[in-house]
């Protein structure tokens, strides 16, 4: 079956970095658009990042550029999250997503197949 595991989050604090990692198995990883969204305690989840397959074309939410880079390797079935300059407001559990046909700003609903989350902390 298709398993997303991320890995990578933890404490930091502001102006600290962190870099999320998303191992993919049980789907061809590379004929997948490959994200990120985030939960914020008592928020709706939301879109952070995507790569389409080719690993040249990315999108983010206007809240994180500049900030969060995606990058993706399709020899290691894995998709990462750098997110530097990081803020109190960037606290949320980031879930890793995969969706076949996503082009842009992924739709929740659109998404194929999600990662369990991980905790991204960070303190003032």
């Known amino acids: 079956q298709v398993q997303l595991v991320e890995s990578g989050g933890g404490l930091v604090q502001a102006g600290g970095s962190l870099r999320l990692s998303c191992a993919a198995s049980?789907?061809?990883?590379?004929?997948?658009?490959m994200g990120w969204f985030r939960q914020a305690p008592g928020k709706e989840r939301e879109f952070v990042a995507a790569?389409?397959?080719?690993?040249?074309?990315?999108y983010y939410a206007g809240s994180v550029k500049g900030r969060l880079t995606i990058s993706r390797d399709n020899g290691q079935n894995t998709v990462y999250l750098q997110m530097n300059s990081l803020k109190p407001e960037d606290t949320a559990v980031y879930y890793c997503?995969?969706?076949?046909w996503g082009v842009g700003i992924l739709k929740e609903s659109a998404v194929d197949y999600w990662g369990q989350g991980t905790q991204v902390t960070v303190s003032s």
């Open positions: 997503a995969a969706d076949r």
């Open positions: 049980g789907l061809t990883f590379s004929s997948y658009t």
């Open positions: 790569i389409r397959m080719n690993g040249v074309s990315t």
